[in-house]
């Protein structure tokens, strides 16, 4: 069992920053890699933007150049940077940790809100 607390998440205004910290415990070992999704009212959950364990990452284009991830595998957390944050931007962020042993693949995060006023 791996499990996942996110936090980080607030209220800011149009162009500001926040960064969201994702914490892994139980078995580590077998995370692969580790991502940040993020849910609006009425749309579905997307990815953002993903890590693998050897520290390759991945982004959504539109996060491209405002977002990063980064890990810091001492301390078994993943973080996303948010700069330039847009309204659009406003969501539920939920941290995965990809296991490559099952029967459970992927754990989450209860989630952590995120708002952007214009």
């Known amino acids: 069992q791996v499990q996942v607390v996110e936090s980080g998440g607030g209220l800011v205004q149009a162009g500001g920053s926040l960064r969201l910290s994702c914490a892994a415990s139980?078995?580590?070992?077998?995370?692969?890699?580790m991502g940040w999704y993020r849910q609006a009212p009425g749309k579905q959950r997307e990815l953002v933007a993903a890590?693998?364990?050897?520290?390759?990452?991945n982004y959504v284009d539109y996060v491209k150049g405002r977002f990063t991830i980064s890990g810091d595998n001492a301390k078994n957390t993943v973080y996303l940077q948010m700069n330039s944050l847009k309204p659009e931007d406003t969501a539920v962020y939920y941290c995965?940790?990809?296991?490559?042993?099952?029967?459970?693949?992927?754990?989450w995060g209860q989630g952590t809100q995120v708002t952007v006023s214009s």
């Open positions: 890590i693998t364990r050897g520290g390759s990452t």
């Open positions: 139980g078995r580590i070992a077998s995370i692969n890699a």
């Open positions: 995965n940790a990809h296991s490559y042993i099952g029967p459970t693949y992927d754990y």
